[in-house]
């Protein structure tokens, strides 16, 4: 077996850039930049992590061979939700239950794409998975919570698993595997925490977008991979590469890799470490698309079991979260649920049938809003009155059976009819014929058919150089894109009726142009939608996870806008009370030095302005170093 020590992966780790971005096709793991985070505010973890590693080397030297009684795992998906799409089906989570029990039986259709030269080294984990079927009070549920959140994204703090923070708290651990489905910002897919962490904590949170091989899960990464890989952290299992070149993974029949791989590549795939074995990139724990991870070895599986037999999982495989309740489970979900015959104040929200049910549980709300009102009725149909006009609400349904409720349905929105709307601003179907607005003031207008368009301009002065546009009350998807003259600034590109918002800090005045379009010929003819600019003497930030909208904060003080870039960036370094020297380096996404120039930071003088108009497009890492400081920023060049 590979030998290292804990606390020295755990450290080679920490120096290690996690970042990515949103439409980046690299797969991101945020697990160990989590276990960094936890370690330095847990200071008793690393022991506990260092038992179980102890546990674990016994465990692999006496293990036998053959196979192991089957541990079924219960699971509870928490989802948290801002928008329909992220709010996503019970059909895509049992998707996803689908791929975990064919991943961690060696049973998944794929397999037989491993090649021959790692075929014997398949491992079945005897792993199984089943969404809870009781609740931590012996209650019947369907394994699924939902919880509205008025929040666009997460990020890897662990605050989408505290209800402090307006996520929600885990079940207990030690008897469920909680994952938490949800919107993660800077490009994660997702993360887990390993064993020894805390239980307040404890469990995998995966995004939306690629969670399960249905619905919202969007390739390369719409295989339900990503959920096997963290599963696999949460296992204890470790990068293939072992988070350093040429790293360790702890598994002694998995070959030793120079670095992560991503895609596709095609075996066999040499590495150049000693012996140059050929690397095992069709492993889960690898960072290839999800049609490309295939399998765990024996090696692999046998780290896994040692938790799971006796070890720090060892509850699970006794816990009864998988047994039907006394009283029996609950009923089935409806499905089919409509609206039809919307005004500006009423809609007909209809379902069908579900067989045993005794009546229904529907909910709506305002988009905006984080509390239902519940109708209870025997009948598949309901109308809604006293909404609002030109509204948009958020529907769902569930069934309520004698053995108790189901779950609820996939949520389904409308948008009430406008009492009346008028655009006092058309035409303005182009940059040259955009209307001048007045800021700090609500712009009413509207996106009238597929082809319609609007352009709006602006000047700032020189005591408010700095810009923030908000776009609200859509009622269908709407994008924009923010212009200072001729340059793109910032583009704000959310799904559905969310909110936009582009921001842009400014050195110099400028005439600025808002461009307002339908995300494939998106319209309604009946409902405006809200424009409102301002202008500060201040930069904006946005509130939130303390993330910059448009200047993307990654180190302390170091700045960069715009976010994405084309032509250009701006940079203002630290300085504090003397002024400080230093390189400003930029690197490409493979970490390949590309540009460096000596500058100085100081009161009088801290921004500057580097050109990117040869950059290819791509994510680019700017890292300002001095002799006290080392500071990284990520931006994305895009012409």
């Avoid at 938790?307 to 998988?322: H, I, M, N, P, T």
Wanted: glycine residues 8%; hydrophobic residues 30%.
């Amino acid at each position: 077996m590979k030998k290292t020590f804990i606390k020295n992966l755990i450290l080679m780790a920490s120096g290690i850039l996690m970042f990515s971005f949103s439409g980046f096709s690299q797969r991101t793991c945020g697990s160990m930049e989590v276990l960094d985070r936890q370690l330095k505010e847990d200071p008793d973890m690393l022991g506990r992590m260092n038992l179980i590693e102890k546990q674990t080397i016994n465990y692999m030297k006496t293990a036998h061979p053959g196979p192991r009684a089957i541990v079924t795992i219960p699971v509870v998906v928490h989802v948290v939700y801002q928008t329909s799409a992220q709010n996503i089906s019970d059909a895509q989570i049992l998707s996803q239950i689908d791929v975990l029990n064919a991943d961690f039986r060696a049973l998944n259709g794929d397999i037989s794409g491993v090649p021959t030269e790692f075929q014997s080294l398949i491992g079945d984990p005897e792993v199984e998975f089943c969404l809870a079927k009781q609740d931590p009070n012996g209650n019947a549920t369907s394994g699924i919570t939902r919880k509205y959140v008025n929040k666009s994204s997460w990020g890897t703090n662990d605050d989408v698993k505290k209800s402090s923070k307006n996520g929600v708290d885990p079940w207990d651990a030690s008897k469920y595997l909680n994952i938490w489905v949800c919107n993660i910002g800077g490009g994660i897919l997702g993360y887990a925490q390993f064993p020894g962490g805390s239980p307040a904590t404890d469990g995998v949170v995966i995004g939306y977008n690629y969670f399960g091989t249905t619905g919202a899960a969007t390739p390369p990464f719409d295989k339900g991979r990503t959920a096997t890989h963290e599963i696999g952290h949460w296992l204890n299992l470790r990068h293939i590469w072992g988070d350093a070149k040429c790293g360790s993974d702890l598994v002694g029949d998995t070959p030793t890799h120079n670095d992560p791989n991503y895609g596709c590549p095609s075996h066999p795939h040499k590495s150049t470490c000693s012996g140059t074995p050929n690397e095992m990139f069709m492993n889960y724990m690898d960072y290839v698309d999800d049609a490309c991870m295939l399998m765990f070895s024996g090696g692999q599986k046998t780290r896994m079991r040692a938790v799971l037999d006796g070890g720090a999982r060892g509850s699970l495989a006794s816990s009864s979260g998988c047994d039907v309740p006394s009283g029996g489970g609950s009923c089935n979900t409806p499905s089919g649920l409509a609206a039809s015959s919307i005004t500006s104040s009423s809609a007909t929200m209809s379902w069908t049938a579900v067989s045993g049910a005794s009546s229904y549980d529907l909910q709506y709300k305002t988009n905006s809003s984080g509390t239902w009102t519940t109708v209870n009725t025997t009948s598949t149909s309901s109308i809604l009155t006293g909404l609002t006009s030109g509204t948009t609400y958020n529907t769902q349904v569930r069934a309520v059976c004698s053995s108790g409720p189901s779950a609820y349905s996939a949520q389904v929105n409308f948008t009430t009819a406008s009492a009346g709307c008028t655009d006092n601003y058309e035409s303005n179907n182009s940059k040259t014929n955009a209307k001048t607005i007045a800021t700090g003031t609500n712009i009413n207008a509207l996106i009238s058919s597929s082809s319609d368009v609007d352009w709006f301009k602006f000047t700032t002065t020189s005591s408010k150089k700095n810009v923030k546009v908000n776009l609200s009350n859509l009622p269908a998807d709407y994008d924009m894109k923010l212009y200072r003259s001729s340059t793109l600034v910032a583009t704000s590109q959310n799904s559905g009726t969310q909110d936009e918002q582009c921001i842009s800090n400014n050195t110099k005045t400028a005439t600025f142009y808002v461009y307002i379009y339908g995300y494939s010929g998106a319209y309604d003819p009946s409902n405006c939608y809200n424009l409102y600019v301002t202008v500060s003497g201040s930069n904006f930030r946005t509130n939130g996870d303390e993330e910059w909208t448009e200047l993307t904060r990654v180190g302390d003080e170091l700045l960069v806008w715009p976010n994405p870039a084309q032509n250009e960036i701006n940079v203002r370094l630290p300085f504090g009370e003397e002024e400080v020297s230093g390189d400003l380096n930029i690197f490409d996404a493979t970490g390949k030095f590309i540009y460096q120039q000596k500058l100085t930071g100081s009161k009088e003088n801290s921004d500057y302005r580097i050109d990117v108009s040869s950059f290819s497009n791509g994510l680019y890492f700017i890292n300002w170093k001095t002799l006290s400081n080392n500071l990284v920023q990520k931006v994305i060049v895009t012409k």
